[in-house]
């Protein structure tokens, strides 16, 4: 049953993820490319924007879970939206 369990948890969290990907690639601000391999994956990458640091960092932690390094958000604007940004 446990098994079970588990293996319909991660298939919804993959489904998630999958469901946030493209709308996350629309979202994004533009940045700068870099020809070093090496320097891209120290860049930091704006991924999603979230409406409040709450939503912002429980996704900035299943991200960790999935295998980036680091995340924090960033205040967006007046509204209190945040930006994740991931490296």
Do not use: H
């Not at 070093?36 to 879970?65: M, T």
């Not at 999935?66 to 939206?81: D, I, L, S, Y």
Request: aromatic fraction near 10%; charge should be positive; include cysteine.
């Amino acid at each position: 049953m446990r098994v079970t369990a588990g293996i319909v948890t991660t298939g919804l969290a993959t489904l998630t993820l999958l469901a946030l990907a493209p709308a996350a690639a629309q979202a994004a601000p533009a940045t700068s490319t870099s020809t070093s391999v090496a320097s891209a994956v120290a860049d930091w990458q704006a991924i999603a924007k979230y409406p409040n640091y709450r939503r912002c960092a429980d996704a900035g932690r299943q991200y960790v879970r999935e295998g980036f390094n680091e995340w924090k958000c960033t205040q967006a604007g007046p509204t209190g939206e945040y930006w994740l940004w991931l490296r």
